[in-house]
T-cell receptor
Framework: TQLLEQSPQFLSIQEGENLTVYCNSS?????LQWYRQEPGEGPVLLVT?????EVKKLKRLTFQFGDARKDSSLHITAAQPGDTGLYLC????????????FGSGTQLTVLP | DTEVTQTPKHLVMGMTNKKSLKCEQH?????MYWYKQKAKKPPELMFV???????INESVPSRFSPECPNSSLLNLHLHALQPEDSALYLC????????????FGPGTRLTVL
């Protein structure tokens, strides 16, 4: 059983469209991170959210942490081909000895 | 220096070979990690080193043997691997602070024939 479920698993959209990726769990996380991974590369950290209800913006990307710190979302406005990649959420639970729990991943393809 | 480097980038080995993967970081991070990743799947944690001591081994088969010679280096020694071990092997490091944000290397693409 995956502790952190991401949806959708695959997403293919046209350039200029908006999209939202969801990361859901029944567990509480002390913080949650979002990474993007391009083919042949390692994941790159995009953002960390810590406080319930927190919203962070990174250019066209908006990240939100749920009030109960069990879920998060990533919204991309006016997607571009450069946004293509595997998006991973990763949560840190209290007392987990620094072990991140990765979500199941969302493979995004933005077509020109 | 804000990156994690890994060598080699690609490795092809037979089931009887012995090889090693190397990882290096100079960010002063005291926690280092090995992950295994299959295509379009999330990384799976294999080992965690904290202050150069092995702190987590996620029930990894003994054909994978980690080593942390010093605070900047992390090796993964491979012996008698199976074709199903073919994957992208990622190294990461972190400061070990409250949020434990991890910095990943580019990975080694391993193919076992």
């Amino acid at each position: 059983t995956q502790l952190l479920e991401q949806s959708p698993q695959f997403l293919s959209i046209q350039e200029g469209e908006n999209l939202t990726v969801y990361c859901n769990s029944s567990s509480v996380f002390s913080s949650l991170q979002w990474y993007r991974q391009e083919p042949g590369e390692g994941p790159v950290l995009l953002v960390t959210v810590v406080t319930g209800g927190e919203v962070k913006k990174l250019k066209r990307l908006t990240f939100q942490f749920g009030d109960a710190r069990k879920d998060s979302s990533l919204h991309i406005t006016a997607a571009q081909p450069g946004d293509t990649g595997l998006y991973l959420c990763a949560g840190l639970r209290s007392g987990s000895a620094r072990q991140l729990t990765f979500g199941s991943g969302t493979q995004l393809t933005v077509l020109p | 220096d804000t990156e994690v480097t890994q060598t080699p980038k690609h490795l092809v080995m037979g089931m009887t070979n012995k090889k090693s993967l190397k990882c290096e970081q100079h960010m002063g991070h005291r926690a280092m990690y090995w992950y295994k990743q299959k295509a379009k799947k999330p990384p799976e944690l294999m080992f965690v080193y904290s202050y150069e001591k092995l702190s987590i081994n996620e029930s990894v088969p003994s054909r994978f043997s980690p080593e942390c010679p010093n605070s900047s280096l992390l090796n993964l020694h491979l012996h008698a691997l199976q074709p199903e071990d073919s994957a992208l092997y990622l190294c990461a490091s972190s400061r070990g602070t409250v949020n434990n944000e991890q910095f990943f290397g580019p990975g080694t693409r391993l193919t076992v024939l």
